[in-house]
């Protein structure tokens, strides 16, 4: 059961008449000097967060443009930022702009600012999922304002202290923070606040075993919202209570809360959440036997869920189908639902290996920049020994400073052998790092290649054993089964292609046989290699990247060569190992190929690896060769 939660009480409580005063100030722009501008364009920024966030960006970004970035000013529009940020669900960006503003703020002794802006940065963590940093955040700002009694912001604290601990699954100390937020917030008429710490602290009870204290919570949240008109707190609050009766077995109950809840939105026109409440009704009635029902029901969640939550209603629907006998749509579902969460799991992969690259270019950049702040020095460096030869012709006679000068430019030696060791060891810290990044990205791709095979495929064997023992009705058993051998067969292809990085932990020569026997196996191109004297292993980052480089050669040639036949040549030179990939395809211009996702990757590789390469291409086929230090 999965609750869907207020957001926490987070720092945005302005004054709706800013929002009046638009007109207002950007008339005044116009009639006072630029500092008094500056201050104009915040007030216009914070209005601007509740109508056109777009403004406020703008606003922000001239304030910090026209004035010194140590100043007050540009503290305020950092602050402006950082909820632009957080409102655009860029939370990285918010963090740094929060970040700036509190750093002002306590460098100025500004105290109570750079508790409130805590607030805000702790908010941005917790959204974020950094559980910990938004812990000591909040626990840093709640000190100070326990200090100075301010229950306002100390509430406000608790309340998203309260969200991270449930988050982390310590639900005691969640109830304690979110109880005592919820005191001094009733003390102090927090109605609005209340609204959202009300239903948090209700879901932490439930979530704490105890359903008839959550439901009172959920009563007195109810009456709130109610008193406030407030329509978007009450269908939370309703599909919650709903869920909870479910889960109760309360039935009817259940149904009353959750078609509340629907009603409530629709007559809003909001349509985020209305597929979790179709999702419930689908399955009450599923539970109670009533397929055509629940049918119905999810027909109308799948219309807005998406993600994840639409392979869960894919599996709903292929049951719900299966106990109506429709066999065909049932499998067909489930075939979707299988097909979306391969899709999302490779969608996520894909994303952390991007993740990655972005890392090893950032990393790249920096040796970069390492490099000419070392050719600066040498520069500098020189031109002081030129300064220092000019002095010693002038001063020729005088041994005792040319004495002193040799002293002096021996010390000056030394520094920058001291500094010259200092980027090796930071380079080949980076080179490390590099490594690392890159047997993650193996162990990663190993992984997944397992739960594939292990789990899905098991699961897919299984399903044709069931098949196949089952009665035939209306010839569907020969599709069905069809239908699971190729389901598996294209599992394992897609486990094997995963997973074939991680051959190399035999050697990089055994791991290039199996994948020459795999693609000459499936017929795509026959594959001969030809070891002359390689027998040493290389360092697996190396193996690694050279398996990956002759992967996407041979994926380029099965593409677009058109040829029969691939020859691999491997020999070793002592200081090089030396590969030549030979295809007889048809072969294409190097002047107009185009550098696209393939061969930049194999730059990037052969790059990483200080190898070099050369290409030749004619009408009887392509030669690539690479050359690689050992």
Known sequence: MRFLTLISSFFFFWNITLFAQIDSLTNRLLTVDENQQNEIKIKLGRAYLLSDLSETKRLSHEVINSVNSDTELAAQ??????????????????????????????????????????????SVYLRAGQYTDASETLLSSASYFQSIDDEINLSKCYSNLAAAMAEIGNLKEAIEYNESAIQMMKTHNMSN?????????????????????????????????????????????????????????????????????????????????????????????????????????????MESMVGIGQIKIMRALSQVHENLGNLNASLSYE?????????????????????????????????????????????????????????????????????????????????????????????????????????????????????LHDSLGSKLATLKRFIEGLIDQHNLKPKAIN???????????????????????????????????????????????????MSKRLPAFKEIQIFRILQEIITNAIKHSNGDELKIKVSENGKHLNIEVLDNGKGFDLKKAKRGIGLRSIEQRLQSINADSDIKSNPKGTIYQINVPV
Do not use: C
């Open 483 to 533: 239908l699971a051998d190729e389901s598996y067969q294209e599992l394992r292809s897609i486990s094997h292609s995963i997973n074939s990085g991680v051959l190399t932990d035999k050697g990089l020569i055994p791991a290039i046989e199996r994948m020459a026997e795999n693609v000459t196996h499936s017929r795509a191109i026959k594959i001969k290699l030809s070891n002359q004297n």
């Open 193 to 301: 606040v209340l609204m959202i710490a009300l239903p948090n602290l209700a879901t932490q009870y439930f979530q704490n075993g105890d359903s008839a204290l959550a439901i009172k919570t959920y009563i007195d949240a109810e009456s709130l919202a109610s008193e406030a008109d407030n329509k978007r707190s009450l269908a939370l609050i309703y599909n919650n209570l709903g869920e909870l009766y479910q889960g109760r077995g309360e039935i009817n109950t259940a149904k009353d809360y959750i078609n509340r809840s629907i009603s409530l939105k629709k007559g809003m026109g909001q349509i985020k959440g209305l597929e979790e409440a179709y999702y419930n009704l689908g399955l009450i009635e599923q539970t109670a036997g009533n397929s055509s029902k629940a049918l119905l029901y999810y027909d109308q969640a």
């Open 335 to 451: 075939r979707r639902a299988s097909a979306l969460d391969q899709e999302l799991n490779l969608a996520k992969l894909n994303e952390e290996l991007n993740d990655m690259t972005q890392k090893y270019e950032s990393i790249q950049k920096d040796n970069e920049i390492l490099q000419l702040s070392s050719q600066n020095r040498q520069l500098e460096i020189s031109k002081i020994k030129n300064r220092s030869w000019g002095i010693i012709a002038t001063v020729g006679l005088l041994g005792s400073l040319g004495i002193l000068y040799f002293l002096i430019l021996s010390n000056r030696r030394k520094q920058y052998i001291l500094q010259q060791k200092h980027i090796d060891q930071l380079k080949r810290k980076d080179e490390e790092i590099i490594e690392k990044m890159i047997m993650s990205q193996e162990a990663e791709r190993n992984r997944i290649a397992s739960d």
């Open 77 to 122: 529009a950092n602050d402006l930022l950082g909820r632009y940020y957080f409102y655009s669900s860029k939370l990285d960006s918010a963090a740094l702009h929060f970040d700036l503003a509190r750093s002002y703020h306590a460098a100025h002794g500004n105290k109570d600012k750079e508790a409130s802006i805590g607030i805000s940065l702790g």
